[in-house]
């Protein structure tokens, strides 16, 4: 019974906003009402990649963590070949557990989502929500190259083993427009660690393991190597997804919508 009010829940709030975020003022909660926040980056970037919108969620009176997985941003010096998927999901279990968070709403964007359904996998019981930021959905048995197609995969494992021996992926452009925007990413960009990209994930059921879930899909432009991923999941009763119109890196290039749409959860 509890499963049907939380999907009729998600309904009405995908309703709501589906095509076009309101305007939403930011005024800071009362202790009672504050919120724990877990936001996951994604590949090749860090914790840093979401202070336009960790500043603003903190501004509301929330509790907001941001942290970079290892081998990536400010904790790229703990990088070895043995730093993969699992690693990953640890990192964000073990801030859960140290921090004696409860209530949480995780969000994951771009390779992060896979990192947050693996967190939902484990410990369940410390998630209210999970929201994917045009994240990657990868089904047991399925690893993050699953979403890509052959050539793409192909040429992910040569451009890994040409510029390090196949520890990780190089570099690639952010694929933001704003000059601006794109220098402040690019320059903060890191490897990623290859051993994350093939390795194949087993969540014992289905993503999510039963925690609402919503999905934030940008559209504007949309990201056409995790397009067909999308269509998978887009208008299963299970699947609420909110449209916004931006592009993949949305934290940073629409900041202002994201935080209003993560502010309806608190």
Same mark, same amino acid.
């Given at each position: +019974? ?198 194949? +994930? ?65």
């Amino acid at each position: +019974m509890r499963a049907r009010r939380d999907v009729l829940k998600l309904f009405a709030f995908a309703a709501a906003t589906t095509g076009a975020v309101g305007s939403l003022t930011v005024n800071p909660v009362s202790s009672n009402a504050r919120r724990n926040y877990v936001l996951v980056h994604g590949a090749w970037v860090g914790g840093w990649i979401w202070r336009r919108v960790s500043d603003q969620l903190a501004i509301a009176g929330h509790r907001v963590f941001t942290p970079s997985l290892t081998g990536l941003g400010d904790r790229r010096h703990l990088l070895t070949r043995e730093t993969n998927m699992d690693t990953h999901i640890r990192d964000i279990i073990a801030l859960i557990e140290i921090e004696e968070l409860n209530d949480v709403i995780l969000v994951g964007h771009s390779y992060g989502g896979i990192v947050t359904t693996g967190v939902a996998a484990k410990v369940p019981q410390h998630l209210k929500q999970l929201v994917y930021l045009d994240a990657l959905l990868v089904e047991g048995g399925e690893s993050w190259s699953s979403a890509h197609a052959a050539d793409i995969v192909t040429a992910r494992r040569k451009a890994a083993q040409e510029s390090s021996a196949g520890l990780t992926l190089p570099v690639p452009k952010s694929g933001i427009n704003d000059p601006g925007d794109a220098a402040w990413v690019e320059r903060r960009m890191t490897p990623h660690p290859f051993s994350t990209y093939e390795q194949k +994930m087993h969540w014992g059921g289905a993503i999510g393991n039963g925690v609402p879930k919503v999905y934030i899909d940008c559209t504007q432009p949309a990201l056409t190597a995790i397009a067909a991923m999308k269509d998978k999941y887009r208008g299963r009763a299970d699947w609420p997804f909110i449209e916004i119109k931006t592009g993949h890196n949305a934290q940073v290039t629409a900041a202002k919508e994201v935080t209003e749409l993560l502010l309806r959860f608190a």
